[in-house]
């Protein structure tokens, strides 16, 4: 099994900037993607941003352009910046990862974290 743990997030005002990070531990041999998603009230989950191993980047065209994510390979933790945030930001962040659990397995599986919550205040 993989624990997810998200820290970051809470109350910040229109146009501030916020940081989440998450940890991946457990049965990890290597994790192949990074990611965040979101949750608004009434919505449904959508991506915020994706990152391989590798470090191919990918976001959704909401946050393009003011929102970095990044990780380390070696701590397997994730990061996520955000700036310029506006009220429709808000919203329960959840970590994504999809690992390996072995170095022989021959699949990957996919995990999340129980999310943090995101409020912005215009």
């Known amino acids: 099994q993989v624990q997810l743990v998200e820290s970051g997030g809470g109350l910040v005002q229109a146009g501030g900037s916020l940081s989440l990070s998450c940890a991946a531990s457990?049965?990890?041999?290597?994790?192949?993607?990074m990611g965040w998603y979101r949750q608004a009230p009434g919505k449904q989950r959508e991506l915020v941003a994706t990152i391989t191993r590798g470090a191919i980047t990918n976001y959704a065209d909401s946050v393009k352009g003011r929102s970095t994510i990044s990780r380390d390979n070696v701590k397997n933790t994730g990061y996520l910046q955000m700036n310029s945030l506006k009220a429709e930001d808000t919203g329960v962040y959840y970590c994504?990862?999809?690992?390996?659990?072995?170095?022989?397995?021959?699949?990957?599986?996919?995990?999340w974290g129980q999310g943090t919550q995101v409020t912005v205040s215009s």
């Open positions: 457990g049965r990890i041999f290597r994790v192949n993607v």
């Open positions: 994504y990862a999809r690992t390996r659990p072995t170095m022989t397995s021959p699949d990957d599986y996919e995990y």
